[in-house]
């Protein structure tokens, strides 16, 4: 906290995050490409922006934090992206992930982003994408829940930043 206001306090520009294919809302190609959705699944663009001093790695995360069930539904989590990292390019998963990247299995049952998919019917959802900055790799196989990956995170996340999109259907 102390380091956030210091940071601001000197007018150093914040860590962000931003998308060329996020807004408001979830465009068709980047919702999920089964039960009747009919997207693309195509993972967005993302870029981010002034990370942190002494950041080691980055985990890249997106979250439905309304889906039925506990704990929302996961629908992409990548960690263990080098510090030289900026960007995620557009179908991330397809086109080349960094070396040293990892992913986990999501809440599809797939390693690779799975795009909104709400049920029939439900008001919109908040696609929740998130970057963390790490002071550090985290050392783990790829084997793990999304969730263990985040409780592993927690001790070492040095600052993140978030963007929301909805979709409905």
């Known amino acids: 906290m102390r380091l956030r206001q210091v940071t601001k306090q ?13 807004g408001g809302s979830v465009d068709q190609p ?9 997207g693309n699944n195509e993972s967005p663009a993302l870029a981010w922006t002034n990370p942190p001093a002494g950041t080691k790695s980055f985990l890249v995360t997106c979250h ?21 990292t900026s960007e995620l390019k557009r179908n991330a998963n ?14 599809y049952g797939d390693r690779d982003y799975g795009g909104p998919c709400p049920p029939p019917g439900d008001a919109a959802h908040p696609y929740v994408f998130t970057v963390y ?21 927690d001790s070492l996340i040095l600052g993140k930043s978030s963007i929301v999109s909805y979709y409905a259907r």
């Open 10 to 22: 000197l007018g150093m520009p914040s860590f962000t995050l931003s998308s060329s294919d996020l």
């Open 30 to 38: 980047f919702v999920y490409d089964g039960f009747g959705a009919g």
């Open 64 to 84: 439905d934090t309304d889906a039925p069930g506990p704990g929302g539904w996961w629908h992409w989590v990548v960690f263990n992206l080098p510090a030289s």
């Open 94 to 107: 397809h086109t080349g992930l960094p070396n040293g990247a990892k992913t986990v299995v999501n809440s």
């Open 133 to 153: 900055a790490l002071s550090d790799e985290l050392d783990l196989t790829g084997s793990e829940m999304p969730a263990m990956v985040l409780f592993m995170a």
